[in-house]
């Protein structure tokens, strides 16, 4: 999902930069092939994420034409802001796996009452 999205951003990114000279869009090309890039890393995933949502709900609302796509980008960033960068990152070299247990109700002894 890393891949997918990360190379999406970054491939328009690079497409946006080519094809026009004016600079805000210039900017938030530049942006969005930074974005594209931290997601491909799984570098800062959850703020990456959550900006790459809003760079894609702002590509969805600029170009309705594609709207769907730009929907369905921002889902996978979303997606990817909240389930984490996984295994294969650098997040995951930097701060390790982070471990939920939950405990069994029944075997763990309950405070009296």
């Known amino acids: ?7 999406t951003l970054i491939a328009h990114g690079i497409a946006s930069l080519i094809a026009g000279p004016a600079v805000a869009s210039g900017v938030v090309a530049v942006l969005s092939v930074g974005m594209g890039v931290l997601l491909l890393l799984g570098l ?3 703020i990456a994420g959550a900006l790459a949502t809003l760079l894609a709900g702002w590509y969805a609302l600029s170009d309705p034409g594609a709207a ?5 980008l921002a889902i996978f960033c979303a997606a990817l802001a909240l389930l984490g960068p996984g295994a294969w990152s650098i997040d995951a070299r930097l701060f ?7 405990p069994d109700p029944k075997t763990r002894d309950l405070p009296p009452f």
């Open 68 to 72: 769907g796509f730009y929907i369905l």
């Open 44 to 46: 800062w995933t959850p």
């Open 96 to 102: 390790g796996w982070k471990r939920v247990e939950i």
């Open 1 to 7: 999902m890393r891949v997918a999205a990360g190379g």
